[in-house]
């Protein structure tokens, strides 16, 4: 089976740039799609396709993929950006499978 | 605004069954693929089982293959996860999620708020 591979926690300080990675094989032929969630809410689009935000989402967040691995940046993190970040995408074993998530602190 | 609204959810023995429905509104829900996605107390998310815009093709994870059945009945805008032989380990909240994708690019765009089922003796 495919999997994606997200690192487990980041941190950033406040106003700086922290970039989350999701590594896996199904990144090679399907684009990624970026999820947040904070802590008790139900998960948020942030990032599609290359590098497409839904309204409302703010700037700051930017995507972009390279061979297996698909990134998520936050440029310029503001304390509500603190909140576990998941990875997407379609997979050939089982149509679709996440990341295990990234735990992102803003200090 | 588009909703998506689950119910269902509560606490079963195991082996037991229990069916979810996921209502939505607020857009054409005959033209859109919806899925159900999991998260187990204080882990991540795991994706559980699609369903067609038509109702004609389903699939499942491979940890819920023959044990759920997705359906969905588009004259009433709702969608529903009918959950049997149900273990500890299914316990979790379970949100429904609208997919939408335009040529290759696909993503949940549009997510309930969820409803918890937990598998206890």
């Known amino acids: 089976s495919s999997e994606l591979t997200q690192d487990p926690a980041v941190s950033v300080a406040l106003g700086q740039t922290v970039r989350i990675t999701c590594e896996g094989d199904?990144?090679?032929?399907?684009?990624a799609s970026w999820y947040q969630q904070r802590p008790g809410q139900a998960p948020v689009l942030v990032i599609y396709?290359?590098?497409d935000r839904p309204s409302g989402i703010p700037d700051r967040f930017s995507g972009s993929t390279s061979g297996n691995t698909a990134s998520l940046t936050i440029t310029g993190a503001q304390a509500e950006d603190e909140a576990d970040y998941y990875c997407?995408?379609?997979?050939?074993?089982?149509?679709?499978?996440f990341g295990g998530g990234t735990k992102v602190t803003v200090l | 605004q588009v909703q998506l609204v689950e119910s269902g959810g509560g606490v079963v023995q195991p082996g037991g069954s229990l069916r979810l429905s996921c209502a939505a509104s607020?857009?054409?829900?005959?033209?859109?693929?919806m899925h159900w996605v999991r998260q187990a107390p204080g882990k991540g998310l795991e994706w559980v089982a699609v369903?067609?815009?038509?109702?004609?093709?389903?699939d499942y994870a491979a940890s819920v293959k023959g044990r759920f059945t997705i359906s969905r009945d588009n004259s009433k805008n709702t969608m529903s996860l009918q959950l049997n032989s149900l273990r500890a380990e299914d316990t979790g909240v379970y949100y429904c999620?609208?997919?939408?994708?335009?040529?290759?690019?696909?993503?949940?765009?549009?997510w309930g708020q969820g409803t918890l089922v937990t598998v206890s003796s």
């Open positions: 999620a609208r997919e939408t994708t335009v040529t290759t690019v696909s993503r949940f765009d549009n």
């Open positions: 369903v067609a815009f038509d109702g004609n093709r389903q």
């Open positions: 396709g290359k590098n």
């Open positions: 199904s990144l090679r032929s399907n684009s």
């Open positions: 607020g857009f054409t829900f005959s033209v859109y693929g």
């Open positions: 997407t995408s379609r997979d050939g074993y089982a149509p679709w499978v």
